[in-house]
C-alpha cells in the first residue's frame, strides 16, 4: 500500500471518528422534550450536581398526566422563607414569587422547588433532567450550551475531514489549470 492510500485511509479514519464523538455527545447528553408547544432540551444531571436556580423538567408525575418545570430555589441546609409573595433563600432575597407564605429548612437529600402549582419540597433524585436551552415566548431563549455546540462542529468537521483529501486534490487540480491557462497566455 502506498503512502498516499495509507493518509487517505488514516484521514478518512479521523473523519468518522470525530463525527462519532459528536454524535455520541448528542445521543448520550441531551434529549429533546415539548411542553406547551415549546422546545426544551434536556440533560441527565445526578442529584449530587442540582443547584439552585436551575429548572428542572419533570415528566408526567403519577396522578396527573402534564410534564411541567420546577425551578430549584433552594437545597439541603438552605432555610427559605416567603412573606408578602417574595423569597428569602438563608435570609438574603431572592427572585421568585410565592402564592403562600413559607417558612422551610431544606432537609438532605431534598430541594425547594417553585412550579406552576406553588412550591415543594421534592426529593433529589427527582430532578434528573436540567434544562439547558428552551424555546419560549415568556423568555429570551438562551445561547446553546458550550457541549452541544462541541457536539455539533464535531458533526460539521468529521465529513470534511473524511474528504480532505478529495478536497485537496479538487484545489491543486483547479490551481494546477489556472496556472497552465496563465502560462499559456503568457507564451
Known amino acids: 500500500m502506498n503512502g498516499k492510500r495509507l493518509r487517505r485511509i488514516a ?4 473523519g468518522l471518528l470525530v463525527a462519532g464523538l459528536g454524535f455520541a455527545v448528542l445521543l448520550t447528553g441531551y434529549a429533546t ?9 434536556t440533560d441527565r444531571v445526578r442529584a449530587e450536581d442540582v443547584q439552585r436556580g436551575e429548572i428542572h423538567y419533570l415528566g408526567t408525575p403519577p396522578a396527573t398526566d402534564h410534564a411541567f418545570l420546577e425551578r430549584v430555589m433552594a437545597l439541603a441546609g438552605d432555610r427559605i422563607t416567603c412573606r408578602a409573595g417574595r423569597f428569602t433563600l438563608n435570609g438574603h432575597p431572592v427572585d421568585g414569587t410565592c402564592p403562600r407564605d413559607v417558612d422551610v429548612t431544606v432537609l438532605p437529600g431534598q430541594a ?3 412550579d406552576r402549582q406553588g412550591t415543594a419540597t421534592v426529593n433529589l433524585a427527582q430532578l434528573g433532567e436540567r434544562v439547558v436551552w428552551h424555546t419560549g415566548t415568556d423568555a429570551e431563549t438562551p445561547p446553546l450550551p458550550g457541549k452541544l455546540i462541541g457536539a455539533i462542529a464535531l458533526l460539521a468537521f468529521g465529513p ?11 484545489i491543486a487540480s483547479v490551481s494546477f489549470r489556472r496556472a497552465k491557462r496563465t502560462a499559456a497566455t503568457v507564451n
Do not use: P, W, Y
Request: proline share 0%; net charge negative.
Open 160 to 170: 470534511v475531514l473524511f474528504f480532505a483529501d478529495e478536497i485537496a486534490d479538487e
Open 11 to 14: 484521514v478518512r479514519t479521523a
Open 33 to 41: 422534550k415539548t411542553l406547551d408547544g415549546d422546545l426544551l432540551l
Open 112 to 114: 425547594f422547588v417553585l
